[in-house]
């Protein structure tokens, strides 16, 4: 089954705001968790990672939190752009392979 | 900034026919993936490939399907005999380390008719 999903399909949010996308995760034994943004016509595109020893870790403008007792992941995005709008991966690296959770499309409405 | 390159951008081929899909990952990475993407589907395993052979495959890398390192520079992915549910982008990968991020990229759009 999948071990890595999204709670939201779809995520609207006025430019200027904060954006916050979810993930939940089921195996438990995962150490190490990326998201990825992917615009359309192009392939996934590394925003952030953060390993299991970690529950926080920022970036340029994204936040990412892990919260293992509950296997939840997510992406905060500082005062969204149009240039954010694209469809949100999370993945988790679990025995060497990569896996990809279904995505969230964020659209930044002006 | 270093970038996997996939050629071609966009592929059609009529059912039964081979095709192969290149890719130049980064140039220091040691560790090549292909995923592909069904239309409005998430971005599934296909195959991991490190120090010449496969290290990993899903279901879906039955024996229609091969990889190969055929130089320094390049990975294909080849599927001998196209089937319609084929058509989707695949995506090369490539990284560092086998716990590193993996870097994708921009696809080839393959469409079988």
């Known amino acids: 089954g999948e071990s890595v999903g999204l709670h939201l399909p779809t995520l609207s949010v006025q430019e200027g705001d904060n954006s916050i996308i979810n993930c939940a995760y089921s195996n438990s034994a995962s150490d190490y968790f990326i998201w990825y943004k992917q615009e359309s016509g192009k392939g996934p595109q590394f925003i952030i990672d953060i390993r299991s020893n970690m529950d926080k870790r920022q970036g340029q403008r994204v936040t990412v939190l892990l919260n293992k007792t509950v296997k939840h992941l997510s992406l905060q995005i500082a005062a969204t752009q149009p240039g954010d709008s694209a469809v949100y991966f999370c993945a988790e690296i679990n025995d060497y392979k990569l896996s990809f959770g279904a995505g969230t499309t964020v659209t930044v409405r002006a | 900034e270093p970038e996997v390159t996939q050629t071609p951008s966009h592929q059609v081929t009529q059912m039964g026919q081979e095709v192969i899909l290149r890719c130049v990952p980064i140039?220091?990475?040691?560790?090549f993936y292909w995923y592909r993407q069904i239309l409005g589907q998430k971005v599934e395993f296909l195959v991991s490939?490190?120090?010449?052979?496969?290290?990993?495959k899903s279901e879906i890398f039955d024996d229609q399907f091969s990889v190969e390192r055929p130089d320094g520079s390049n990975f294909t992915l080849k599927i001998r005999s196209t089937k319609l549910e084929d058509s989707a982008m695949y995506f090369c990968?490539?990284?560092?380390?086998?716990?590193?991020?993996?870097?994708f990229g921009n696809g080839t759009r393959l469409t079988v008719t």
């Open positions: 490939f490190y120090n010449n052979e496969i290290s990993e």
């Open positions: 990968a490539s990284s560092q380390a086998n716990n590193s991020p993996l870097h």
């Open positions: 140039s220091n990475h040691l560790y």
